[in-house]
């Protein structure tokens, strides 16, 4: 601090307080009572920050978030129907290949098909 600046703050400090010596009790209780006031009162940054104000904004975007992962990811959205006709098309796919006609004329291809999709359909219903 400069000197000037010191003396400046004595001379002010000086005024201020002959200005309090000179109060009524009433005035002075007043100013007491709003001094304590402001100085209870917290900052505005913490006020902004506090949880009153981002516990339910974050609770609500969890439970959108939540809705959204639910309800748009393909994988749980596929009903047995269309697992079925997946499953249908992969088997018309190897019937009708032309370069396996050999594999499926033979009758044991279909109990080993059926063996496949057998153990894929308890995969599936133990997970």
Excluded: C
Aim: a negative charge; proline letters at 5%; glycine letters at 2%.
């Amino acid at each position: 601090m400069k000197p000037n600046d010191e003396e400046f703050e004595k001379r002010v400090r000086s005024t201020l307080d002959s200005g309090i010596a000179n109060l009524d009790a009433e005035t002075r209780s007043r100013l007491a009572v709003i001094r304590h006031a402001a100085l209870a009162q917290k900052p505005f940054l913490s006020r902004w920050i506090s949880f009153d104000n981002w516990g339910p904004a974050a609770a609500l975007a969890m439970s959108v978030i939540f809705a959204l992962v639910i309800f748009i990811n393909p994988s749980f959205n596929k009903s047995p129907e269309q697992l079925a006709l997946q499953d249908s098309d992969i088997v018309l796919e190897l019937l009708l290949n032309e370069e396996a006609q050999d594999d499926s004329a033979d009758p044991d291809f279909y109990v080993w098909l059926d063996a496949v999709m057998l153990e894929e359909e308890e995969a599936a219903n133990a997970s």
